[in-house]
């Protein structure tokens, strides 16, 4: 049983900065592309940031220069700094991944439960 875990919301005040993980377990075989999704009350799930397996990265254009997405292979994780916090940035914040497993060897979307990131002051 795959599960993707993510971890570091909180309440910050605007300006502020947090780090968002999200960690992996199971038998996996392997991970491709990484992404952070958000979804704001009463609005759509976005594409927040995206990382493929060699490290390319892309952006939303209203977290650009202020997000930084990365990950670590050799752990199946992959973060979200977020520096200069706005109150717009307040969303639940997930986790995807398109990762294979043993029992499931193509490869699929899987996503993590979210958590909550507020900014307010």
């Known amino acids: 049983q795959v599960q993707l875990v993510e971890s570091g919301g909180a309440l910050v005040q605007p300006g502020e900065s947090l780090r968002l993980s999200c960690t992996t377990s199971?038998?996996?075989?392997?991970?491709?592309?990484m992404r952070w999704y958000r979804q704001a009350p009463g609005k759509q799930r976005e594409l927040v940031a995206t990382?493929?397996?060699?490290?390319?990265?892309n952006y939303a254009g209203s977290v650009k220069d202020r997000f930084t997405i990365s990950r670590d292979n050799a752990k199946n994780a992959v973060n979200l700094q977020m520096n200069s916090l706005k109150p717009e940035d307040t969303a639940v914040y997930y986790c995807?991944?398109?990762?294979?497993?043993?029992?499931?060897?193509?490869?699929?979307?899987?996503w993590g439960q979210g958590t909550q990131v507020t900014v307010s002051s």
């Open positions: 995807n991944a398109v990762l294979a497993t043993v029992a499931s060897p193509v490869g699929r979307d899987y």
């Open positions: 199971g038998s996996i075989l392997w991970i491709s592309t």
């Open positions: 990382i493929t397996s060699g490290g390319s990265t």
